[in-house]
């Protein structure tokens, strides 16, 4: 698995994951569950959504 997530991209999932979670929390929802998924695909580096579209926000991917 090669990674498709760049630094700024994953420095954003992790914080918006974490304010997700972080709601949940507060206001007492399952819905803060939610927040896992960018969390877990910014710590990870990988998107399975972008190879769908194309994407790549990764600077080192080369294309051949």
């Known amino acids: 698995m090669t990674t498709n997530?760049?630094?700024i991209d994953k420095l954003i999932r992790i914080?918006?994951?974490?304010?997700?979670?972080?709601?949940g929390v507060y206001?007492?929802?399952w819905w803060g569950a939610v927040?896992?998924?960018p969390l877990l695909t910014g710590f990870?580096?990988?998107?399975?959504a972008y190879p769908l579209f194309g994407?790549?926000?990764?600077?080192?991917d080369k294309k051949e």
């Open 5 to 7: 997530v760049g630094g």
């Open 15 to 23: 914080i918006l994951g974490l304010a997700i979670i972080g709601a």
């Open 44 to 48: 990870i580096g990988y998107c399975p």
């Open 55 to 60: 994407i790549s926000s990764c600077n080192n």
């Open 35 to 37: 927040g896992a998924i």
């Open 27 to 29: 206001y007492q929802s």
